[in-house]
Antibody, heavy 121, light 108 residues
Framework: QVQLLQSGAEVKKPGASVKVSCKTS????????IHWVRRAPGQGLEWMGR????????NYAPKFQARVTMTRDTSITTTYMELSGLTSDDTAVYFC??????????????WGQGTQVTVSS | DIVLTQSPGTLSLSPGERATLSCRAS???????LAWYQQRPGQAPRLLIY???NRATGIPDRFSGSVSGTDFTLTISRLEPEDFAVYFC?????????FGQGTKVEIK
């Protein structure tokens, strides 16, 4: 079955960077996009961007454009999201999610379990 | 960016009752580019509805979605104990993709 398994919780100091991984299995990795979404405490979901796992093509949300980098390693069916210049506002649970493969539909049909990132001095 | 406004913020209902959740878009998202997710505490979101009214795989038929103009609705016909959770709408008709702030369905 489709699985997205994320790396463990991180605690970072302000100004640092964090890199979260998302290991996928159970489907053809290069046939899909992977998106990254976060949820801060007491907030809703926030879309950060997506990567085409075949071409490596990227679309970033304007809010994160300057400090997010998404990459993938096809040999180990894993995508990565690195966020730099962390502040306390980046404290959140970060999710990877697979974009569904239904014509014209780009909702997210499978999700990782989430990675807690805490930014604290 | 398209802003999605969900209402109410919290819905207090009893098991067996009908839940009606609203999601209003600040501009047109196209009638088929709206999804709904359920998120239980400590879990990842789960896709319920895509394309406004299509149930995702394995989703029971008590969940349904509809639209009138830019007003989208998720209806849960009879609440089961496992349905008490937070629900988010999500538009993917225009980049950047955006989500509503969520509606919490709690036990009355």
């Amino acid at each position: 079955q489709v699985q997205l398994l994320q790396s463990g919780a991180e605690v970072k100091k302000p100004g640092a960077s964090v890199k979260v991984s998302c290991k996928t299995s159970g489907y053809t990795f290069t046939g899909y996009y992977i998106h990254w979404v976060r949820r801060a405490p007491g907030q809703g979901l926030e879309w950060m961007g997506r990567i085409n796992c075949y071409t490596g093509g990227i679309n970033y949300a304007p809010k994160f454009q300057a400090r997010v980098t998404m990459t993938r390693d096809t040999s180990i069916t894993t995508t990565y999201m690195e966020l730099s210049g962390l502040t306390s506002d980046d404290t959140a649970v970060y999710f990877c999610a697979r974009e569904m493969k239904v014509s014209g539909q780009t909702a997210f049909d499978s999700w990782g379990q989430g990675t807690q990132v805490t930014v604290s001095s | 960016d398209i802003v999605l406004t969900q209402s109410p913020g919290t819905l207090s209902l009893s098991p067996g009752e009908r839940a009606t959740l609203s999601c209003r878009a600040s501009q047109s998202v196209g009638s088929t580019y709206l999804a709904w997710y359920q998120q239980r505490p400590g879990q990842a979101p789960r896709l319920l509805i895509y394309g406004t009214s299509n149930r995702a795989t394995g989703i029971p038929d008590r969940f349904s979605g509809s639209v009138s103009g830019t007003d989208f609705t998720l209806t849960i016909s009879r609440l089961e104990p496992e349905d008490f959770a937070v629900y988010f709408c999500h538009q993917y008709g225009s980049s950047p993709w955006t989500f509503g702030q969520g509606t919490k369905v709690e036990i009355k």
